[in-house]
Structure formats: C-alpha cells, structure tokens
C-alpha cells in the first residue's frame, strides 16, 4: 500500500464519520453491481466525497475476496517464492497472540498495535520484507526503505527461506517489540 492510499484510509473516520469497517458494513448491505454505482451511492445519500467514495468502495471489493485468495493471488507464478512467506507467517504467529496478519491485494502486512512488517513479493524470485524499525541503523542487509517509502523505515530483499536466519528473525521480534 502506497503512502497516499494509507493517509486516505486512516483519514477515512474523520473525513465520513465512519470507519472503513462501518462502510464496508454498509456497502455489503446494498451490493451493487458496479463500482460506479457504489461510489454514486456514496455521494449521494451518503455526503461522501468523490476521493474517499472511490477508495471505499475499492477496499470493500478486495474485502470480498477470502485472505487465501489474495496471498494465492500474489504467489501466482512466484510460487517458489511460497516457502520464505509461509516461513514469515510462521515466525511472526510466534510472537504473541496479538499479531494479525492482513493480506492486500499486493502484500501482507503484519500489524500488532500498528503494521511493523510488510512482506511483498517484489519480483519473480525475490521478496521484499518491510520493517518499521525507527532510529535503527543499516547495513549491508538491513537497507533504507526502498520502495515502501514511509510506510517502512527498513527493507531487506529475501530469495531463499534459509535467510529467515536468527540475525532476521531478532530484527522481526525488534519491530514487533516496538510497535506497542
């Protein structure tokens, strides 16, 4: 999820006076079959914006779709890259009982209070793991951000489940550790 769609989505209470949750809600109870239909819904009986009515609808639509759908989704053809993530979830399920995983429809954000990993297949035969890790130094491994921009502080590139090593897993338990 790119920097633009996250400030829209936590704005979304503020700016419509419903969560993303309540208009989900409330969009299912109407069901329409075209995305037009349900961003004029919106506007109209709603108040809402033409920006926000856009992306609310869009969410809805990829709530629609079961989490192992979107995770199949973004696997096909990189399925050998399949292992490292299963490898991911299994570590970072670990760690306590108030992490959740949540699939989008490009990557997987892990969120405890708040999301401190994001893991997306970037290519055919790499992952890109995304970290919050706020005034951590890099390194040759731990690189800046990348192409996550803000919503990360920290990227490392994955291609094989065998560097889901105890140096990566303790930079995972760190950003869980912080993100309270």
Not at 21 to 45: A, C, M, P, R
Not at 48 to 71: C, M, R, Y
Not at 100 to 128: G, N, Y
Not at 139 to 152: A, D, Q
Request: hydrophobic share 30%.
């Amino acid at each position: 999820m790119d920097k633009a769609l996250q400030t829209m989505i936590d704005n979304i209470p503020e700016k419509t006076g419903k969560s993303l949750d309540e208009w989900k809600v409330i969009l299912k109870e109407t069901s329409f079959s075209k995305h037009s239909e349900g961003v004029k819904y919106l506007k109209s009986e709603h108040g809402v914006t033409h920006g926000f009515a856009n992306t609310i609808v869009t969410l809805s639509k990829e709530a629609d779709k079961a989490p192992e759908d979107l995770v199949s989704a973004q696997y096909n053809g990189k399925e050998s890259l399949k292992p490292i993530y299963e490898g991911l979830i299994k570590h970072v399920s670990s760690l306590g009982n108030d992490v959740t995983v949540t699939p989008k429809k490009e990557s997987v954000s892990i969120i405890r209070k708040r999301q401190f990993l994001l893991i997306k297949p970037a290519t055919k035969t790499r992952i890109d793991l995304g970290f919050k890790l706020k005034d951590k130094q890099t390194t040759g491994r731990l690189e800046n951000s990348g192409p996550f921009g803000t919503m990360c502080t920290h990227r490392v590139r994955l291609t094989n489940e065998t560097e889901i090593d105890e140096e990566l897993k303790s930079w995972i338990n760190e950003a869980y550790e912080k993100s309270i």
